[in-house]
């Protein structure tokens, strides 16, 4: 089991910054691929950033790319997503995920896939 638990969101004006946070605890979380997804009001869950288990490999959604940064420092179990120049369309629920089988670039429940709870980010114009 890996637990997974967001911190770092809240309400920012649009073309502000934010940086998410996502500790992980449970059996070796540092060898897990990580990445990032969301959920805006009536819209289906979407990839966002992911990022491999050494952090030597990253992808990106086509709508965040070069304005988020996604990291991680496994020393400290933690998963970082840094959003620059945000936008209103960003406002969604933010997830981590923590999978021991595949980089997470599509949404899947269950199985090798570990998700936490979400943090609300909302970007006002």
């Known amino acids: 089991q890996v637990q997974l638990v967001e911190s770092g969101g809240g309400l920012v004006q649009a073309g502000g910054s934010l940086r998410l946070s996502c500790a992980a605890s449970?059996?070796?979380?540092?060898?897990?691929?990580m990445g990032w997804f969301r959920q805006a009001p009536g819209k289906e869950r979407e990839f966002v950033a992911a990022?491999?288990?050494?952090?030597?490999?990253?992808y990106y959604a086509d709508s965040v790319k070069d304005r988020f940064t996604i990291s991680r420092d496994n020393a400290k179990n933690t998963l970082y997503l840094q959003m620059n120049d945000l936008k209103s369309e960003d406002t969604a629920v933010y997830y981590c995920?923590?999978?021991?089988?595949?980089?997470?670039?599509?949404?899947?429940?269950?199985?090798?896939?570990?998700w936490g709870q979400g943090t609300q980010v909302t970007v006002s114009s």
């Open positions: 995920v923590a999978d021991r089988n595949r980089i997470p670039k599509t949404v899947q429940l269950g199985g090798s896939r570990y």
């Open positions: 990022i491999s288990w050494t952090g030597g490999s990253t």
């Open positions: 449970g059996r070796t979380a540092s060898n897990y691929a």
